[in-house]
């Protein structure tokens, strides 16, 4: 639903629960996700997938502690430019914060792609 906020702890678990709900979403619906503690443990390959059929490119390099915010859409066509990582240092401690701060269009196509890319 629009607004609606969703929690998933892949740490121990998959993403089995995040990945029926995506599936779930209307065309052109954007979603933002992001990490906090630790997303990549459990985080299961099937989550990935449909993570990158949001528009990621960078939820497969996601690793121990990162920092990840994506926003997305579901039934993409091309990549989201509203994507960013940061990598522990040392695989223990946690690294700075990750944001995006840019207008985000209601609908990411292959213009607002370019537009987003030159700023």
């Not at 629009?2 to 990945?19: I, L």
């Not at 503690?37 to 985080?43: C, Q, T, V």
């Not at 994506?70 to 695989?91: F, H, R």
Request: charged share 20%; glycine share 6%; proline share 4%.
């Amino acid at each position: 639903t629009a607004g609606s906020v969703h929690n998933f702890d892949t740490y121990q678990n998959p993403g089995t629960d995040m990945v029926d709900i995506l599936k779930n979403l209307n065309d052109d619906r954007l979603v933002v996700m992001v990490a906090q503690d630790e997303a990549s443990a459990a985080l299961g390959a099937e989550a990935k997938l449909t993570i990158e059929q949001l528009g990621s490119t960078l939820i497969h390099d996601l690793g121990w502690r990162n920092s990840w915010v994506l926003i997305g859409q579901v039934g993409i066509t091309s990549i989201s430019p509203y994507e960013a990582m940061k990598s522990s240092l040392d695989g223990t401690a946690w690294p700075d914060p990750v944001a995006i701060s840019q207008c985000v269009p209601n609908k990411i196509d292959d213009e607002s792609v370019l537009a987003a890319s030159h700023k």
